[in-house]
């Protein structure tokens, strides 16, 4: 939407690094996600399920460490720092989906395949 643009271009204005290597973060956590979407296609047309977990997880672990160093890159802290506010989060967001699930809000295969995003 324009408001979102706006909010981009304003963001960009007041702080170019930071936005650049936020965009850098991004754009690498968006290639990661199409691998791993590459990777799940073909083993699932192999019909490896192992070889799509392996693969996912794999990802998944690349884009956690991408991530925490996008985040002390962009914050000006250490990685360890990052890594330490990274993973409550990441592990709240789950326990959050989990309690949907437990709720009855969030089907069982869709907390399962968000699990594995």
């Given at each position: 939407s324009a408001d979102a643009v706006a909010l981009a271009a304003r963001a960009a204005l007041r702080d170019r690094a930071g936005f650049a290597a936020l965009l850098k973060a991004f754009l690498a956590l968006s290639l990661f996600t199409l691998l791993a979407?590459?990777?799940?296609?073909?083993?699932a047309l192999a019909g490896a399920p192992r070889a799509y977990a392996a693969?996912?997880?794999?990802?998944?672990?690349?884009?956690?460490?991408?991530?925490?160093?996008a985040a002390a890159a962009l914050r000006g802290v250490s990685a360890p720092r990052a890594f330490a506010a990274a993973v409550p989060a990441l592990l709240g967001a789950a326990a959050f989906?989990?309690?949907?699930?437990?709720?009855?809000?969030?089907p069982a295969d869709l907390f399962r395949a968000a699990l594995l995003m």
């Amino acid at each position: 939407s324009a408001d979102a643009v706006a909010l981009a271009a304003r963001a960009a204005l007041r702080d170019r690094a930071g936005f650049a290597a936020l965009l850098k973060a991004f754009l690498a956590l968006s290639l990661f996600t199409l691998l791993a979407d590459a990777w799940g296609a073909a083993a699932a047309l192999a019909g490896a399920p192992r070889a799509y977990a392996a693969g996912e997880y794999f990802f998944s672990f690349l884009s956690l460490v991408w991530l925490v160093r996008a985040a002390a890159a962009l914050r000006g802290v250490s990685a360890p720092r990052a890594f330490a506010a990274a993973v409550p989060a990441l592990l709240g967001a789950a326990a959050f989906a989990f309690s949907l699930t437990v709720l009855g809000l969030l089907p069982a295969d869709l907390f399962r395949a968000a699990l594995l995003m």
